[in-house]
């Protein structure tokens, strides 16, 4: 058989081996009987095999008839089977019954359920009662006591072990608690010399398949006296009131799947009681009593670990409780600390970025990621920003949750991230996948032993079936590629922080909502009244200009040099006036006028602007550097508006190089899905220190006596590139020229 053949052929066993029907075996351990009654008239329906064994009667000559024909006491019977509960399925103490047959022996301890359409009844050899009870009890009352004043997990788990173990007399009893993956740690042990000890040690997820962990749940003790003994089959095989096989999910004498037989024959181990410790509903771990040699165990110690085994498990329960309360206080008070710094910040990224101990303390991390509005500030130890980037484009493409987590990069996140060489584990959450609007958190890899008991293993047997594991000899692993897991606390406090982290964001759009609404408002009526003022003030100024150079054609000669110089000002102040009020007309037209968007050439448009400014720079020394430009969407007339005012400025601001150098090209953002355009000029240039003041109305960078102009050229630029839903921004550096960029988007 090749390598692939018996990969195959092990997985098919394994799913073979969760298949099997473990709670119908159709037949029970031989140390007590079984009679299966119709639940109204409590004639027989099913018999175990072996009450020819236990009480000389056939299961053919019990079928059909009443259990009250059988019993030394019917009116006593009859009188238990109508109080005895019938919603609760866990078997119920009827007391001892006597049988009159042939081969009865003595009385009966009888436990009785209802389940599956029918009343099942099973009988063991019954013991002195108030003997056991009197035992039992005051060790019960002792151990239920102590456990108050214990305050740790492990410490509870230990004295719950040697009281079952004094209780029960098994030569090894330990508690084990299952992690998030179904593998089991031990937790707590009390064992005789000689038996092998597990403490600290970890069993697999698959020694327990998953439909014996829901029976653990369901029924939460299960006693196996022999692992060598023979099944006693029920007669009929199927229950007649179903016609199928008979649910044993709740049956104390129910047999078991012969694979775990034969995984305690392996492990040394002849006689077994395993008790549930059920936290939160959910199978939280195992107490396991093993013996060397065959052991019985009575219904009343049973009953005894049953209860300490409930006890034990509401005290984790509680334990647990507490530790996660004051844990879920310490994640809100990070909570409450960063949405105060949100709240006190124009923006989340602002806010966060102000408390970066406990933005990263939150999650436990030991580095963190915002990204927002394309930009990706980091704190702590992180992945490269272009790792992080992939990261979030991977979620926002491909993550269906809001929030996900992993302890496992390598495992859960495509390699193409690049995030596995950084960092083990992740914990993110979208705010805004509209807008990949994310917050990360980063864990680094814990390398971790694991002590093993035995390889966890399995083989396939001849038949084709599950071979359980012959070696629990010690054997270690060592785990890496893994972080310190997320607590189930961390992933619920994140969803509440991106909840309040909503409510900010959409409170802070609201506020600019309102305040957007208003500017608008004002804008319009700036916009109205600066298209009428600048309209009325036109003609005076013409006329102001016009009879200045009248007065200095008709009367020049009768004025002084200083009047005719008065005049020359004057003038000159004037048609300044008149071409700022054009400038402003045309300003604020551009906010009022609707954009036509059409296909526009912008190398078409470069050339005819460079034709129509020729006389501007005739007999200038200027080389164009004009690269091939794409075609945009976009208004012709205002596009052609801003790029003259780009050009011109280029022009301007370059008249004292020889040659002056113009470059016009563009660059294509594919990620973005944008078109960026630029006009470089080897000028004056400028500080980087006040480049955000170049675009706004009015606002110069240099003397009006070095370069004429009325500031409002770039204004107009912003202006009409943010019309068409773009951005501008510009590069430059004293003495050295400076770099103009606009970009438009492909959708507007």
Known sequence: MTTTDSEQALAAAVEQCAREPIQIPGSIQPHGFMLVLDPVNHKVLQASENTQAWLGISPAALAGRPLADFVAAPEVLAQRLRTMPTADPHPFHLGDMVFQAPAAQGTYAMLAHHWDSVLIAEFEPASDVVAVYGQLYPLVRAFVAELQDIQSVAQLCHRAVGELKRITGFGRVKAYRFDAAGNGTVLAEDADPGYP??????????????????????????????????????????????????????????????????????????????????????LWGLVSCHNDSPREVGFQVRTACELLGSVLSLQIEAREAHADTQRLLGLRQHVVQLLSAMADRDSVTDGLLTVPRTFMGFAAATGAAIISEGRCEVVGHTPPQAAIEALVHWLGRDGADDVFHTDNVGRDVPARCGIAEHAAGVLAVAISKIHNHYLLWFRPEQARTVTWAGRPEKAVAPGGGLSPRHSFEQWQ???????????????????????????????????????????????????????????????????????????????????????????????????????????????????????????????????????????????????????????????????????????????????????????????R??????????????????????????????????????????????????????RHQGRVWAEGLLGQGATFYFALPDQQ
């Not at 909840?499 to 909502?513: C, D, F, N, Q, S």
Request: some cysteine; overall charge negative.
């Open 477 to 667: 692993e060592v785990v890496q590629g893994y972080s310190s897991p997320w607590d189930p606390l961390e992933v619920d406090a994140v969803i509440e922080l991106r909840t309040a982290v909503l409510g900010i964001v959409l409170r802070k759009a609201e506020e600019l909502a309102l305040m957007a609404g208003e500017l608008k408002k004002s804008n319009k009526e700036l916009e109205a009244f600066s298209y009428s003022v600048s309209h009325d003030l036109r003609a005076p100024l013409r006329h102001i200009a016009g009879y200045a150079e009248l007065l200095t054609d008709f009367d020049g000669d009768k004025l002084s040099d200083r009047g005719l110089r008065f005049l020359e000002h004057i003038g000159d102040s004037a048609r300044f006036a008149g071409t700022l009020v054009d400038n402003l007309l045309s300003f604020s037209q551009m906010g009022r006028a609707a954009l036509r968007h059409s296909d526009v050439n912008l190398g078409a448009l470069v050339d005819s602007i460079r034709e129509e400014m020729l006389p501007d720079y005739e007999g200038r020394n200027v080389v164009w550097k004009v690269a091939e430009l794409p075609s945009v969407m976009g208004d012709a007339a205002f596009l052609h508006l801003a790029l003259r005012n780009l050009l011109s400025n280029a022009l301007k601001y370059s008249r004292e190089r020889d040659p002056a150098v113009i470059e016009v090209g563009s660059l």
């Open 669 to 722: 953002r594919e990620q973005a899905g944008e078109t960026v355009v630029f006009v470089k000029d080897n000028g004056v240039g400028f500080d980087m220190a006040y480049a955000g003041k170049l675009f706004g109305v009015f606002q110069r960078l240099h003397r009006m006596e070095e370069f004429e102009g009325t500031g409002i050229g770039l204004a107009s630029v912003r202006r009409i590139i943010e």
């Open 197 to 282: 000890t597990y403490l600290g040690m970890c069993f697999p997820a698959s020694d327990i398949p998953p439909q014996a962990r829901a029976l653990y749940c369901a029924n939460r003790i299960r006693v196996i006296e022999d692992a060598n003994y023979q099944p006693s089959p029920l007669v009929p095989a199927h229950n007649p009131a179903t016609a199928q096989p008979l649910d044993l999910s709740y049956s104390a004498l129910r047999s078991v799947s012969p694979v775990h037989l034969q995984y305690m024959r392996n492990m040394g181990t002849l006689a077994s009681m395993s008790i549930s410790i059920v936290v939160r509903g959910q």
